[in-house]
């Protein structure tokens, strides 16, 4: 069971780097410190799971709240990316506005 605090923040915004656009969404390297890839993706569920329950609604603000969306974790010498994408090509540019919005940390 994971802490409210571990949840709430997605990884993407607490861990991101710098991302680039696809032609299905966007690819996002993240910082060491999101942990390995098996981790860090039940960390990406959790936290879409905590949104869809959450009282406050947050999906309509993160990248991870879009319906249809794919989630893979990559992983090779220290480099851990999330690869998100989806099959709507209408919400490309959507993904792509919330996926930059959460790499904007203050």
Excluded: F
């Excluded at 780097?17 to 299905?24: D, G, H, M, Q, V």
């Excluded at 220290?78 to 940390?105: F, M, N, Y």
Aim: charged fraction near 25%; include cysteine; glycine fraction near 6%.
């Amino acid at each position: 069971m994971r802490e409210y605090d571990q949840i709430a923040i997605s990884p993407v915004a607490r861990y991101g780097l710098r991302a680039r656009n696809t032609a299905t969404g966007a690819v996002i390297e993240l910082d060491d410190k999101a942990g390995a890839p098996v981790i860090l993706l039940a960390d990406l569920r959790c936290h879409r799971a905590w949104m869809l329950r959450s009282p406050a609604n947050e999906m309509p603000a993160c990248a991870l709240g879009l319906p249809g969306l794919r989630i893979d974790v990559e992983g090779d010498a220290g480099t851990t990316r999330v690869v998100l994408s989806i099959a709507d090509p209408q919400l490309v540019p959507e993904l792509q506005k919330r996926v930059a919005a959460e790499l904007v940390h203050p």
